[in-house]
């Protein structure tokens, strides 16, 4: 059974995560490299010009106010 | 003596992802990437069987390089009435399985979380929400003959 490193990366680190609730975060699981900021194209030119990796993942931190939103699933009219 | 024939009993590709929880709450997310041409992200999306359509964050269009006049328009039902968004046909990757999908993008929809819905999506896996172990064990459905 494959149990991904990037998802076990995001589970054992989602509550350090919440503290940049709103923001994008850019994480590469092998070498334990985070950065986060409020636009995602910024941060992946970033990672480019840094060379931190070639697999980082991006991942939006949802606010406690966005979940707590209500859901609506998108459905085709 | 006739020859027995076993049948192998775990598909080669079984994938798990435990929920990831979130202020307090617990969420089917998946790791999948995203391709158009050169450009690629690597994200995570709620994996949604109530959605009819995968919707992702609008700056994850800008990360693929797909421009709003490349997205077809297409109006999606809510409670409170219609939201139109911008639909682009691209490359999924998750775990082995890669295939072509058509994603919305839209703030609207994805105010949390990208979101992963059946069209495209749900006929190329077997799907199994575990809510006791809060895991989704997936497999894909190629792997299964």
Avoid at chain 1, 10 to 36: Q, Y
């Amino acid at each position: 059974m494959d149990m991904r490193q990037e998802t076990r990366w995001l589970c054992e680190n989602a509550r350090a995560l919440e503290r940049f609730s709103g923001k994008w975060v850019l994480f590469c699981p092998d070498t334990g490299f985070v950065n986060k900021g409020a636009s995602l194209s910024r941060l992946l030119r970033s990672a480019a010009t840094t060379q931190v990796t070639d697999r980082p993942f991006v991942f939006h931190v949802p606010s406690k106010r966005e979940l707590s939103l209500a859901y609506l699933a998108p459905r085709r009219r | 003596m006739p020859t027995v024939r076993v049948k192998r009993q775990t598909p080669p590709n079984l994938y798990q992802f435990p929920y990831v929880k979130f202020h307090g709450k617990f969420y089917p997310l998946i790791p999948l990437t995203l391709s158009r041409e050169a450009r690629t992200v690597n994200t995570f999306a709620l994996l949604d069987s109530g959605a009819s359509i995968s919707v992702f964050r609008p700056e994850i269009a800008e990360a693929l390089g797909i421009t709003r006049k490349e997205r077809t328009g297409t109006r999606l039902g809510s409670a409170g009435g219609g939201v139109d968004i911008g639909i682009a046909k691209i490359r999924v990757e998750v775990g082995k399985t890669s295939f072509k999908a058509k994603i919305g993008f839209s703030k609207a929809f994805a105010a949390s979380f990208n979101i992963v819905g059946r069209e495209g999506f749900f006929h190329k896996f077997s799907i199994c929400f575990n809510e006791m172990s809060r895991t989704v064990l997936m497999v894909p459905l190629e792997d299964l003959d």
